[in-house]
């Protein structure tokens, strides 16, 4: 096998892996970095001759790993794309979600190269797409090679895929974004047991130490109970969210509270995106039973879009609860323009329930200590951050010990560390070196090819 990471800074951002296996050119996945905006965010597709892929493989349909597709599969026409059956419902959703989002961002940024694509590309994505079901192989075959490919359930959000390729006898393992605890709408991962030649891994957490004493039950309840004081306060909260998975396991935790009654009514505001994607899961849950999420429940809590007359600095009218993205805070989303509503008074919570990068404003904002300044550099607004900042452990990513155990386990000649910061992917190499006869660990340099 041959891999060359194509995501340029490393770390979590614009996941592209590209790989050879004897004919085959392929990908597994095609993201866009969070962090940065115009081509910036791009994977170095320029290292790839044009039109060379065979085909592309989506693990989900998160933005870091769909987000540049069009992109994509313009350069590469020929190539066929792969993708669970629900991530092919979900993904045009997504991708003209971030077209408006360039197209608003063209002018407001200056940024000449946005949108990055149009719906016609979006459309060659639809066309060019299969949507596989899980634990169904399906093969190629090109000029006498062959390869078998079938995904498995990873948990994380719904559709997510570990990816089990085999070729000439040997078997190789992707993980994807991978969660292998149940969620309230979503059953853990279901991986295979096999032994695998190589196992590539995600190492999300792998800075993060095991949590013990708390247990997703308790730590929703946490959440509940903070929310429930706020509010009783006379205050709002702000839940930064991913519109895609969190949002609406988020709802589903609020909404199971208020039938057992241990929270009172109150105004609750989400972002649009996550409010369409409702209808797809819920589309998604009665085919599939794949996730277990019902569109009534965004009715029965009588959800609605952000009020477009909130600015910056502005306190809401009335106590509320906004879940709205994006998860880490990022800059020009709701979640950071309500932030900027929320955070100058102590009655108010500001609450994050997934990873966040230590480089985005919720990673900034959760160092910040408690009544310091905090600036909006881009709301050009500061405000000192007096309200109540918290985390809670609803991550839906696997801990690190859980992935680690998995991989070792399938008694591979590699493991190969993917979609972490430094110090992650540091943790999992020394995990890994100090076992007997331990497999043999690549953590990819961007752009660097190896061969395994
Ligand atoms: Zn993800
Ligand atoms: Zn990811």
């Known amino acids: 096998m041959q891999l060359t990471d194509l995501n340029p800074q490393g770390g979590i951002g614009a996941n592209a892996l590209h790989i050879r296996l004897g004919r085959f050119s392929f990908m597994i996945d095609a993201g866009l970095n ?12 320029n290292k790839l001759e044009d039109n060379s892929l065979d085909f592309i493989i989506l ?41 408006n989002v360039m197209r608003k961002q063209r002018n407001e940024l200056k940024l000449s190269e946005y949108p990055l694509y149009n719906h016609k590309d979006i459309k060659r994505v ?35 895929a570990g990816i089990c390729i085999l070729y000439n006898k040997s078997k190789y393992f992707f993980t994807g974004d991978v969660h292998f605890t149940p969620q309230k709408t ?25 949590t013990i004493d708390k247990s997703r039950y308790r730590e929703e309840v946490r959440l509940l109970k903070s ?13 930064p969210v991913f519109a895609l998975g969190r949002m609406q396991e988020i709802l589903t935790i609020i909404y199971q509270a208020r039938q057992n009654r241990s929270l009172s009514e109150f105004p609750i505001y989400c972002s649009g995106l996550g409010m369409e994607l409702a209808n797809v899961f819920d589309e998604i849950s009665r085919n599939t039973g794949l996730i277990d999420f019902n569109r009534n429940i965004l009715n029965k809590l009588a959800v609605k879009p952000i009020p477009s007359t909130l600015n910056f600095g502005q306190s809401p009218k009335r106590p509320s609860l906004f879940i709205v993205s994006s998860g880490m805070m990022i800059e020009n989303t709701p979640a950071y323009l309500i932030a900027s509503c929320l955070l100058s008074s102590s009655k108010n919570g500001i609450y ?24 909006f550099d881009k709301l050009d607004f500061i405000c000192p ?51 007997p006869n331990a497999p043999k660990v690549l953590n990819p340099n961007p752009i660097k090819t190896y061969k395994l």
Not at 227 to 239: D, P
Request: hydrophobic residues 35%.
């Open 34 to 45: 969070p962090k940065f905006t115009g081509v910036k965010a791009l994977p170095e597709y």
């Open 227 to 239: 929310i429930a004081e706020i509010l009783g306060n006379g205050g709002s909260c702000l839940i």
């Open 352 to 375: 994050f329930v997934g990873y966040c990068d230590p480089d985005t404003p919720g990673g900034k904002l959760l160092t910040t200590p408690r009544g310091m300044n905090f600036l």
């Open 186 to 210: 979503l059953p853990a991962a279901k991986f295979p047991k096999d032994d695998f030649d190589t196992v590539i891994i995600e190492t999300t957490r792998g800075n993060s130490e095991r």
């Open 126 to 160: 639809i066309k060019k797409s299969l949507g596989l079901h899980f634990g169904q192989p399906r093969r190629f075959n090109l000029n006498g090679d062959r390869v078998d490919i079938t995904l498995f359930p990873a948990g994380h959000i719904v559709g997510a």
């Open 385 to 435: 951050l007096n309200a109540q900042i918290e985390k809670y452990d609803l991550s839906s990513h696997a801990e690190r010990e859980d992935i680690l155990h998995y991989a070792v386990n399938r008694n591979p000649r590699n493991i190969v560390l993917t979609h972490g910061e430094c110090e992650a992917k540091d943790w999992f190499e020394k995990k890994i070196n100090s076992i």
């Open 59 to 99: 693990s989900h349909c998160h933005l870091d790993h769909l987000g540049s597709l069009p992109v994509l599969i313009k350069r590469h026409p020929r190539a066929l794309i792969l993708m669970s059956y629900p991530s092919k419902l979900i993904a045009p959703f997504m991708l003209r979600n971030s077209y």
